[in-house]
């Protein structure tokens, strides 16, 4: 039934209205479901971003252990990892950020700690070892080089990301 020149019945109208009334009420369910599934697959991961750790002028020969935090997202959350590195320059003069976790079983290694291999890389748990730049000795557990950290210089200052496995 028109009225008043109208081309819309009220069937009509009452059809339209509910079905768009409809359909916004279910937008607002669905969307922060797909939202929530989706989202952290689109969004950029957060792991490429350094964090500024130290100046490079206090980088030496002599590796040195640094602690940083770096905000980091795992899937749907975001927070915030402490991170650890062994920074040094090597026989070339060039930087090197070493991971500290030993890559038999994950224990952490530290430079000089084993007094029959002073310019060592020593992993306490299982008497594992790596050369000065990281390499595993051979005939000692570890059977691959300690990862190395992405890392960039600017302005004086050397900025870490994350540890990524030799040879990857
Ligand atoms: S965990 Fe390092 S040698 Fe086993």
Redo the contacts with the bound molecule.
């Keep these: 039934m028109a009225q008043n020149g109208s081309n819309v019945t009220r069937r009509q109208f009452l059809t339209y209205t509910l079905t768009g009334v409809g359909g916004f009420m279910a937008a607002t369910m669905v969307m922060p479901m797909v939202n929530f599934a989706v989202d952290p697959v689109l969004k950029k991961s957060g792991s490429g971003d350094k964090v500024k750790v130290m100046k490079l002028s206090d980088i030496t020969t002599e590796p040195k252990r640094v602690d940083f935090k770096k905000q980091t997202q795992d899937a749907w959350y975001d927070f915030e990892e402490t991170l650890s590195a062994w920074v040094f320059k090597n026989d070339k003069g060039e930087i090197l950020a070493l991971s500290p976790i030993?890559?038999?079983?994950?224990?952490q290694?530290s430079f000089g700690a084993d007094p029959t291999h002073p310019e060592q890389f020593y992993?306490?748990?299982?008497?594992?070892r790596y050369t000065k730049d990281g390499v595993n000795v051979p005939g000692?557990?570890?059977t691959k080089p300690l990862d190395e950290y992405e890392m960039q210089e600017k302005d004086g200052f050397l900025y870490l990301g994350k540890p990524v496995e030799r040879g990857a």
């Design positions: 030993c890559k038999h079983l994950g224990c290694v992993c306490p748990c299982h008497f594992g000692t557990p570890p």
